[in-house]
């Protein structure tokens, strides 16, 4: 064969092994699992983006996203099991989850197959998701003034005052003590100027008074150690000092009683500037007791009497509370509708009223803020109704929300269970405006009084369009789904 014959073969050779290829890439497709265009026979690829976002609350929602090449299909895995991670997904994409209840790092894995001549290879990528519960921003309650009593020794029977002074609290509550001075409960979250009097023990031995107080940030607390000594001899109150009412509103009066045995002399001091108690007072107060009359700045005042006789000088004290009062509705400054400037008066109307009544509503008018009227309905039908109204001896503009402070022994007020109960305003004794459930709608709002009694309290409201001097709260036909509503105050927003 000569050399021209040999090129022309090898032309040929060339030329078929060139259309063999052409072939063989049409045949295999893109490299996708079929179709036409060019053959993708890299090795498989897959990447997850930064989870969106990378840290969140338990519960919380979630993207992860992620890309693949030369991939044929990819399976999920990992997680926390209970989000939603699992199974096939395809090989770009995106997928919004739900979060673990449970705080942690949880990692997320895809794991694709490849394709064409890398069919038999795998890649993986993982992602890790943060669960983390949110911490609050808020500091700790700070006692700015340390807790402290003063003075720190006393003798049996003797008086110490207790002073302090928290910030970013919101509550505080008092406990120690022996039992019987009163430091138990609710206290203010600073001390009222001059602190708070508490007579101790009248049995000898250490005392200790602790203050703990709560807000959005924790808690914080502490003590102070009162030692009591022995009792030095001398007069005897054979009824302690006390005070009728000790809670009062501003300018009300009050009555101071008291007897002692043993004594000779007695003085005392105490109150407020024109509202002061001085001087020399007799060893018993008289049949029906000593009448003050109350501050009319708001705060508490402490009324001492020290006796003395030929064995030595005994001293009591007694504390009285002198309001206006706040009704403690959440972000709406109130004032409780207070005798002596207000009255309470009652209503009983329809003639199928088996059960019906309003019992103690003069308690809706006192200062003590534990007191209440009942309402009841035992056994209401048809046209049956009760009604309680305070009427004050000023009025009120337009545009006050006014409302009662309610509460059910056994259970949390909700609006459906006051369907039937109306609250409606009057001027002079003229009705003024009325609204319902059914109606202009009322407002319920809990209030941050905690528990009175076993329940919590609440405050039915709503705005007026009119003045007013009065507010009435009634009840209908169906009102003996609850048997009992107590009320504890009228209240008018200061504004």
Avoid at 166 to 186: F, K
Avoid at 289 to 309: D, E
Avoid at 361 to 390: C, F, H, K, M, R
Wanted: charged share 5%; aromatic share 6%.
């Amino acid at each position: 064969m000569n050399q021209s014959s040999d090129s022309h073969s090898l032309r040929q050779v060339i030329s078929l092994f060139l259309l063999g290829c052409s072939a063989l890439l049409a045949a295999c497709g893109d490299g996708d699992g079929g179709g036409s265009g060019p053959v993708n026979d890299g090795p498989p690829a897959v990447s997850f983006n930064a989870p969106s976002p990378a840290t969140v609350a338990p519960g919380g929602s979630f993207t992860l996203s992620w890309t693949a090449t030369a991939v044929s299909s990819c399976t999920a895995s990992g997680g926390s099991g209970s989000d939603g991670w699992g199974g096939s997904e395809p090989g770009t994409g995106s997928a919004t989850l739900t979060a673990s209840a449970t705080p942690a790092t949880y990692e997320y894995t895809l794991t694709c197959s490849g394709v064409g001549i890398s069919s038999g290879s795998t890649a993986a990528a993982t992602a890790a998701e943060i669960v983390s519960t949110p911490t609050s921003t808020s500091s700790a309650p700070v006692f700015g003034t340390a807790f402290t009593a003063t003075p720190s020794t006393v003798t049996a029977g003797g008086s110490i005052t207790l002073s302090w002074a928290v910030s970013g609290a919101t509550a505080c509550t008092a406990s120690g003590g022996d039992g019987s001075d009163n430091w138990s409960g609710n206290e203010p979250t600073s001390s009222p100027s001059g602190g708070v009097s508490i007579q101790t023990s009248s049995t000898a031995g250490s005392y200790t008074y602790a203050l703990s107080c709560s807000g959005t940030g924790g808690s914080a607390a502490q003590t102070a150690t009162v030692t009591v000594g022995a009792a030095v001899t001398g007069p005897v109150f054979s009824t302690a000092l006390g005070a009728t009412p000790s809670t009062v509103s501003a300018g009300s009066p009050f009555v101071l009683s008291w007897a002692t045995t043993g004594a000779t002399a007695c003085t005392a001091s105490g109150g407020n500037g024109s509202t002061a108690w001085s001087g020399a007072e007799p060893t018993s107060s008289p049949s029906g007791g000593v009448k003050l009359i109350a501050s009319t700045a708001p705060g508490t005042y402490a009324y001492l009497l020290s006796c003395s006789g030929p064995s030595g000088t005994t001293t009591q004290i007694v504390n009285v509370l002198v309001g206006p009062f706040d009704c403690a509705v959440p972000n709406l400054p109130t004032q409780a509708l207070l005798t002596p400037h207000a009255a309470a008066t009652t209503a009983t109307g329809g003639v199928l009223c088996l059960v019906c009544s309003v019992n103690q509503p003069g308690n809706v008018i006192d200062a003590n803020p534990l007191n209440y009227a009942a309402i009841l309905t035992q056994v209401a039908l048809l046209d049956a109704s009760e009604s309680l109204a305070v009427t004050n001896d000023t009025a009120f503009p337009a545009g006050r929300t006014v409302g009662f402070v309610v509460a059910n022994p056994t259970q949390l007020l909700t609006l459906d269970l006051l369907q039937s109960f109306t609250l409606s305003t009057y001027l002079n004794g003229t009705l003024q405006e009325t609204s319902s459930v059914a109606g202009d709608p009322l407002k319920l709002s809990l209030l941050q009084l905690g528990l009175i009694g076993t329940t919590q309290p609440s405050f039915v409201s709503f705005k007026t369009t009119k003045s007013f001097d009065g507010i009435a709260i009634t009840d209908g036909p169906v009102a003996g789904v609850l048997g009992e509503v107590d009320v504890y105050h009228a209240c008018v927003s200061q504004q």
